[in-house]
C-alpha cells in the first residue's frame, strides 16, 4: 500500500492545523458568504444554520480528509453535497449564486492555507492548492448533478403520484394508470384536505418569502411521505392541498373508522407534522376505497371550507364533528331566499353593518358598539330600526334565527355573484370576499347552531 508524504506547511501537518480550526472557519465562510453572495441573506435563518453551514462543514471536512491522504474527495462526500444542491433547487436559489458560494469559500481556505506556508513549503503549498482544486472541481460537478435531478420537479415517481392522484380525485377508473405506474391500489385511502397556514419567516421582511413557503411545502411533503411509508399521493401549494394517504392495516373500515386507533394516531401523526413543519396545518379528514375516494375528497373539501368558516385553525375535522355546520351551509334553493330576508337593508348599510357586529359580537351589544365606535344605546337603536325595515327582531329565538341563517345566505350569494362577475378565482377582490366571509361566519355558525339546538328543544 503507497505511503503518501504529508504535507507540512509551517513545520506541522496542514491538515491538522486547518481541523484544529474546524468551528472557526466554518463560522468565516457562512460570515464571508452572507456578504458575498446576496440571495444567501434572503434564506430563512434556519437554512443557514442548519442547511448552509452544514454544507459547508461537509466540505470542509472533506477537503482536509483529502488533506491527510492526498486522494479526491471521496464519493459519499459528493453525495450529500448533491443532495444539499437539490434542496437549493427547491428553494429556488439560483444555481450561479451556490457557485458563488463554493468559489468564495474555496478562495477563503486558499488564502488561509498561504498564511501557514513559509519560503520552505512551496512544494507542499503547491500540492495543497492543487488537492483544493479537485475538491472544488468535484464538488461543482456535484452541484451541477443536483440541480439537473431535482426530484421535486423531475423526479421518476413524482408524474406518477400526481397522476394518480388527478385519475383517483376526479372519479376516473385509476386501476389502468395503476398497473402502468406498477402500484398497487389499496383497499382504503385517508382522503384528507388541507389548509396550511403561513411559516413565520413567510412574513418576514428579510427572508424571501417564496423560498420560506417552498422550504415548509417541502417539510410538509416529506412529512406525508413518511405518514404514507412513501406511498402517499398528494397535490401541495403553500396554503394546503389534496392527500391520499393508503391504509396499510386492517381496522379503519369506511363505515367504523372514526373511533379507529389508526384515526388516532393519524390525528397524533398531524399533531407531530404541524410542529416539524413550522405551521398551524387544518386537516377535513374522511376514508373511501379507490372508487369512492373522488366524491369522499369533494366531501372534504367542502368540510374544510366549513371548518375555516367556524374558527378552526388546525388540527383535524371529521363531517360528524361538524355535521349541523356543514348542512346548514350547504346551496340550496332556501339560500336565496333567505338572503333576500335582508333585500330592506340594501339601501341602509349603516343598518347591515350594525346588524353584522351585533351577531359578529355573539349578540353582546356593549362589544358591537365598541367595535363599531359607537354608544350601545345607537346599536338598540339600529337593531330596532333593523326590525321595523325587515320585520325580524334579534330579540326572537326564531327572528334571531332567521337573521344568523339570512346572514350566512347573504355572504354565500354575494361570493358566488363576484366569481361570476369576475371569472376569476384568484381575484384580489375574491380572495377578499371570502377572507371577510371566512372570518364572520367564524363567530356566526356556532352561534347560530346553538340557537337552532334550543329552538328544536324547545321551551324548557
Known amino acids: 500500500m503507497p505511503v503518501h508524504k504529508i504535507i507540512v506547511l509551517g513545520g506541522r501537518p496542514v491538515a491538522d492545523q486547518l481541523a484544529q480550526r474546524t468551528h472557526t472557519i466554518v463560522a468565516e465562510t457562512v460570515a464571508l458568504i452572507l456578504q458575498k453572495v446576496p440571495f444567501y441573506r434572503l434564506l430563512p435563518a434556519e437554512a443557514v444554520r442548519s442547511d448552509v453551514a452544514a454544507i459547508i462543514l461537509c466540505n470542509f471536512e472533506a477537503f482536509?480528509?483529502?488533506?491527510?491522504?492526498?486522494?479526491?474527495?471521496?464519493?459519499?462526500?459528493?453525495?450529500?453535497?448533491?443532495?444539499?444542491?437539490?434542496r437549493r433547487v427547491e428553494e429556488l436559489v439560483p444555481l450561479a449564486e451556490v457557485l458563488h458560494a463554493y468559489h468564495f469559500a474555496v478562495e477563503h481556505w486558499w488564502n488561509l492555507i498561504g498564511d501557514l506556508a513559509g519560503p520552505e513549503d512551496t512544494a507542499d503549498l503547491s500540492r495543497a492548492g492543487a488537492l483544493l482544486h479537485k475538491h472544488l472541481q468535484a464538488a461543482t460537478t456535484a452541484v451541477l448533478a443536483g440541480y439537473g435531478s431535482d426530484p421535486a420537479l423531475h423526479g421518476e415517481d413524482d408524474p406518477a403520484r400526481r397522476e394518480l392522484f388527478l385519475e383517483l380525485t376526479s372519479g376516473s377508473n385509476a386501476t389502468g394508470t395503476a398497473d402502468r405506474f406498477g402500484v398497487n391500489l389499496p383497499r382504503r385511502y385517508w382522503v384528507l384536505s388541507l389548509h396550511v397556514g403561513p411559516h413565520p419567516d413567510e412574513r418576514s421582511a428579510d427572508i424571501?418569502?417564496?423560498?420560506?413557503?417552498?422550504?415548509?411545502?417541502?417539510?410538509?411533503?416529506?412529512e406525508l411521505d413518511n405518514i404514507g411509508r412513501d406511498?402517499?399521493?398528494?397535490?401541495?401549494?403553500?396554503?394546503?392541498?389534496?392527500?391520499l394517504i393508503p391504509i396499510l392495516e386492517p381496522g379503519a373500515g369506511v363505515d367504523d373508522w372514526q373511533n379507529c386507533p389508526q384515526y388516532a394516531q393519524l390525528n397524533r401523526n398531524m399533531r407531530d407534522m404541524e410542529r416539524t413543519i413550522g405551521a398551524q396545518v387544518l386537516a377535513a379528514v374522511s376514508v373511501a376505497a379507490p372508487p369512492e375516494v373522488a366524491l369522499a375528497y369533494k366531501q372534504t373539501q367542502?368540510?374544510?371550507?366549513?371548518?375555516?368558516?367556524?374558527?378552526?385553525?388546525?388540527?383535524?375535522?371529521?363531517?360528524?364533528?361538524?355535521?349541523l355546520e356543514y348542512h346548514l351551509t350547504r346551496p340550496s334553493a332556501a339560500t336565496p331566499l333567505l338572503a333576500d330576508l335582508l333585500s330592506?337593508?340594501?339601501?341602509?348599510p349603516v343598518l347591515l353593518e350594525t346588524l353584522e357586529s351585533y351577531l359578529d359580537?355573539?349578540?353582546?351589544?356593549?362589544?358591537?358598539?365598541?367595535?363599531?365606535?359607537v354608544h350601545p344605546n345607537t346599536v338598540v337603536y339600529r337593531l330596532r330600526k333593523v326590525a321595523t325595515l325587515t320585520g325580524l327582531d334579534v330579540g326572537t329565538a326564531p327572528d334571531l334565527m332567521r337573521l344568523l341563517a339570512a346572514v350566512a345566505a347573504r355572504?354565500?350569494?354575494?361570493?358566488?355573484?363576484?366569481?361570476?362577475?369576475s371569472n376569476d378565482v384568484g381575484s384580489p377582490r375574491?380572495?377578499?370576499?371570502d377572507q371577510v366571509s371566512a372570518s364572520n361566519d367564524a363567530r356566526r355558525l356556532p352561534l347560530l347552531c346553538e340557537i337552532c339546538t334550543a329552538d328544536s328543544m324547545g321551551p324548557t
Open 64 to 86: 482536509v480528509a483529502s488533506l491527510r491522504s492526498s486522494q479526491a474527495t471521496k464519493e459519499e462526500r459528493l453525495v450529500r453535497i448533491r443532495e444539499s444542491a437539490r
Open 208 to 222: 424571501d418569502a417564496v423560498v420560506a413557503e417552498r422550504r415548509k411545502v417541502r417539510r410538509l411533503q416529506r
Open 231 to 243: 406511498h402517499t399521493l398528494s397535490v401541495l401549494t403553500g396554503t394546503g392541498g389534496g392527500v
Open 302 to 323: 367542502e368540510l374544510l371550507d366549513v371548518a375555516r368558516r367556524c374558527g378552526h385553525g388546525n388540527g383535524t375535522v371529521r363531517l360528524r364533528d361538524l355535521a
Open 344 to 348: 330592506p337593508l340594501e339601501f341602509h
Open 361 to 373: 359580537a355573539g349578540c353582546d351589544k356593549s362589544a358591537a358598539a365598541a367595535a363599531l365606535h
Open 411 to 421: 355572504r354565500v350569494v354575494d361570493v358566488a355573484q363576484v366569481a361570476r362577475a
Open 430 to 433: 375574491r380572495r377578499r370576499i
